[in-house]
């Protein structure tokens, strides 16, 4: 009977155990979607502004035609992106776009003093900075969320109800999304 007894004990303990994996796993994948979300809201507050400065640019630089296209495009591809990668692909290829609108912009002085395009580009720049700080937090959520699954028992239940590895939002897929932009006249 006294047998029983602890098995039974070690059952519910053993239970237990299981139930607060299961609940910290589930507790962080929330956490991974929300902060996704923060990054998602930040986003679409970027594809609101662009074709306001698309077109405030438009007027001084009529020339500068493929610019304003790559960036008309890059936000297209960003907003109907259909998965986690390939938003991240896009959003890499919108940063790179929109880091060139802006060398096109030094270029011209008037546009530059033009009171529109400055309270855009703060605005942007201020929407930028705040990506920033979203995907510095999506990263981190997720980092927090794979080691936890990683972690030994917790990879046995994690592995047995379905819970995987999340990609970090890093800049892979363009080589020179790490350098600076070259402007040549």
Known sequence: ???????????????????????????LRQRVQNSWAQVDVQLKRRYDLIPNLVNAVK?????????LETVTQARNMAINAGNLQEQMQAENMLSSALRSLFAVAEAYPELKANTNFLQL????????????????????????????????????????????MVDYFTLQGEPDARQAVKVDF
Do not use: C, W
């Open 1 to 27: 009977m006294m047998g029983l007894i602890i098995i039974g004990m070690i059952l519910v303990l053993l239970a237990v155990f299981l139930v607060a994996i299961y609940n910290n796993l589930v507790q």
């Open 121 to 164: 580009q703060a605005e942007l720049s201020d929407t930028e900075s705040k990506i920033a700080f979203s995907r510095q937090f999506y990263n981190d959520t997720v980092q927090k969320f794979n080691t936890k699954i990683e972690l030994f028992p917790n990879n046995l239940v994690a592995g047995m109800l379905g819970f995987a």
């Open 59 to 67: 007027g001084y630089a009529q020339h500068e035609k493929s610019t």
